[in-house]
């Protein structure tokens, strides 16, 4: 399996970076050969990643990294750099190369100060890879200073960098940095697409892989997940539940507090697994000696650390939230396409009863109504608006008619 085989429903795109990383090995082969560069190549210093949610993004913009970095003999016989198994393919999409640095907010924003050893390592050559990669996962939450050191690095790139930059849209991009970009639209994976990879990457039951795939119409991520984790299902359960719960004021006040208790309580939990492991790594770095006790000097340097998993946990559980209504608008979504008799394939098919229950008792116009509700409070929580908040307006406007 290669690098490319993962990239689910992105046939075209793949094909137009394996011809990009063959041209790049060519031109690395050329400088350490001292033989003439190729005259043409599709391989440029800057690229910028867009698509929907789940199209897979940060998968496709680091499966490329890997084959640039590729060593496989193959490659140098001909073969299409990215053979997913050799040291430097298998630590670029791990993320441990030492000359691929991946950027993502860990917050609302990027900040500069998240960003200013990175712009730093990318003027220098690559250590030990074949090229030095700057991956941004984020590139829209870069704000006005970070884009700024972005945009000057992208303009004046040392010979062997690389800038691989994701973003929901060419719009969410400063428009000097996306000009110095070459840009690929990535596609939202068929339902079909995403149920095959699930049975056979991940061995799940075909029944359960394509119940997931269109639960979450081609997401490939949020398909993974519910697929593998038994816990994720039922949170996405209790979800869908929700619509249910809200006839009255106190059904739905009480609603809101348990959707927003479950996101911290997601949020938690990933916090615990990624901040203990990264504080003892930082310790071991730093020289903490039996016992705990660290070195003089560097207080500062744990403080840090501490501010930003602080800032990571708050954007961690304001994207578990933003993911409950993303299916709870996808259940909306449903029970309007039933209202007008749409051919429509339901998303939400193992919620049917309620789904038909909710469609008789509602009219299409209530139903655009709550799905607006929805749409307004995941604004609201993109304003920062307190969490709780934000949801009761929202829960207690679908209990409206």
């Given at each position: 399996?290669?690098?490319?085989?993962?990239?689910?429903?992105?046939?075209?795109?793949?094909?137009?970076?394996?011809?990009?990383?063959?041209?790049?090995?060519?031109?690395?082969?050329?400088?350490?050969?001292?033989?003439?560069?190729?005259?043409?190549?599709?391989?440029?210093?800057?690229?910028?990643f867009?698509?929907?949610?789940?199209?897979?993004?940060?998968?496709?913009?680091?499966?490329?990294a890997?084959?640039?970095?590729c060593?496989?003999?193959?490659?140098?016989?001909?073969?299409?750099?990215?053979?997913?198994?050799?040291?430097?393919?298998?630590?670029?999409?791990?993320?441990?190369?030492?000359?691929?640095?991946?950027?993502?907010?860990?917050?609302?924003?990027?900040?500069?100060k998240?960003?200013?050893?990175?712009?730093?390592?990318?003027?220098?050559?690559?250590?030990?890879?074949?090229?030095?990669?700057?991956?941004?996962?984020?590139?829209?939450?870069?704000?006005?200073?970070?884009?700024?050191?972005?945009?000057?690095?992208?303009?004046?790139?040392?010979?062997?960098?690389?800038?691989?930059?994701?973003?929901?849209?060419?719009?969410?991009?400063?428009?000097?940095?996306?000009?110095?970009?070459?840009?690929?639209?990535?596609?939202?994976?068929?339902?079909?697409?995403?149920?095959?990879?699930?049975?056979?990457?991940?061995g799940?039951?075909?029944?359960?892989?394509?119940?997931?795939?269109?639960?979450?119409q081609?997401?490939?991520?949020?398909?993974?997940?519910?697929?593998?984790?038994?816990?994720?299902?039922?949170?996405?359960?209790?979800?869908?539940?929700l619509?249910?719960?809200?006839?009255?004021?106190?059904g739905?006040?009480?609603?809101?507090?348990?959707?927003?208790?479950?996101?911290?309580?997601?949020?938690?939990?990933?916090?615990?697994?990624?901040?203990?492991?990264?504080?003892?790594?930082?310790?071991?770095?730093?020289?903490?000696?039996?016992?705990?006790?660290?070195p003089?000097?560097?207080?500062?340097?744990?403080?840090?650390?501490?501010?930003?998993?602080?800032?990571?946990?708050?954007?961690?559980?304001?994207?578990?939230?933003?993911?409950?209504?993303?299916?709870?608008?996808?259940?909306?979504?449903?029970?309007?396409?039933?209202?007008?008799?749409?051919?429509?394939?339901?998303?939400?098919?193992?919620a049917?009863?309620?789904?038909?229950?909710?469609?008789?008792?509602?009219?299409?116009?209530?139903?655009?109504?709550?799905?607006?509700?929805?749409?307004?409070?995941?604004?609201?929580?993109?304003?920062?608006?307190?969490?709780?908040?934000?949801?009761?307006a929202?829960?207690?406007?679908?209990?409206?008619?």
């Open positions: 399996m290669t690098v490319w085989d993962d990239l689910v429903g992105q046939e075209k795109v793949s094909e137009q970076l394996a011809g990009a990383a063959r041209d790049a090995d060519a031109l690395v082969t050329a400088a350490a050969t001292d033989t003439p560069r190729p005259e043409t190549s599709r391989m440029t210093h800057a690229w910028l867009t698509g929907p949610p789940g199209a897979g993004r940060t998968q496709t913009a680091r499966a490329f890997a084959a640039l970095q060593v496989s003999p193959d490659r140098a016989l001909g073969g299409v750099p990215g053979c997913g198994f050799c040291d430097g393919c298998h630590t670029a999409l791990v993320g441990t190369h030492a000359d691929v640095s991946t950027v993502a907010a860990v917050g609302a924003e990027i900040l500069v998240d960003m200013r050893d990175t712009v730093r390592k990318s003027f220098t050559s690559p250590a030990n890879g074949r090229w030095q990669i700057i991956l941004v996962e984020d590139a829209e939450r870069l704000n006005e200073k970070s884009a700024n050191a972005v945009l000057k690095a992208v303009e004046e790139p040392a010979p062997r960098t690389v800038w691989l930059l994701c973003a929901p849209s060419i719009e969410d991009v400063l428009p000097t940095i996306r000009s110095r970009c070459r840009h690929l639209n990535l596609r939202t994976p068929s339902v079909g697409a995403v149920a095959d990879m699930l049975v056979r990457r991940e799940i039951e075909p029944d359960v892989a394509a119940s997931v795939a269109r639960a979450t081609g997401h490939v991520d949020r398909a993974r997940r519910l697929a593998t984790d038994p816990a994720a299902r039922e949170r996405r359960a209790s979800v869908l539940r619509p249910l719960r809200v006839e009255d004021v106190g739905a006040l009480r609603a809101a507090q348990e959707l927003v208790d479950a996101a911290a309580a997601d949020a938690k939990q990933l916090a615990e697994d990624m901040d203990g492991k990264e504080t003892e790594e930082l310790k071991a770095a730093l020289g903490a000696v039996q016992g705990g006790r660290m003089r000097g560097t207080a500062g340097i744990m403080k840090d650390l501490e501010d930003m998993q602080k800032r990571r946990r708050t954007r961690t559980q304001r994207d578990s939230l933003d993911l409950a209504l993303t299916d709870l608008t996808g259940f909306y979504r449903d029970i309007l396409a039933l209202q007008l008799g749409s051919r429509v394939a339901i998303a939400n098919a193992d049917e009863d309620a789904l038909e229950r909710l469609a008789r008792a509602g009219t299409p116009e209530a139903t655009l109504r709550r799905i607006e509700a929805i749409g307004a409070c995941r604004d609201a929580l993109d304003r920062n608006v307190a969490p709780l908040l934000a949801v009761e929202m829960t207690m406007a679908l209990r409206g008619g």
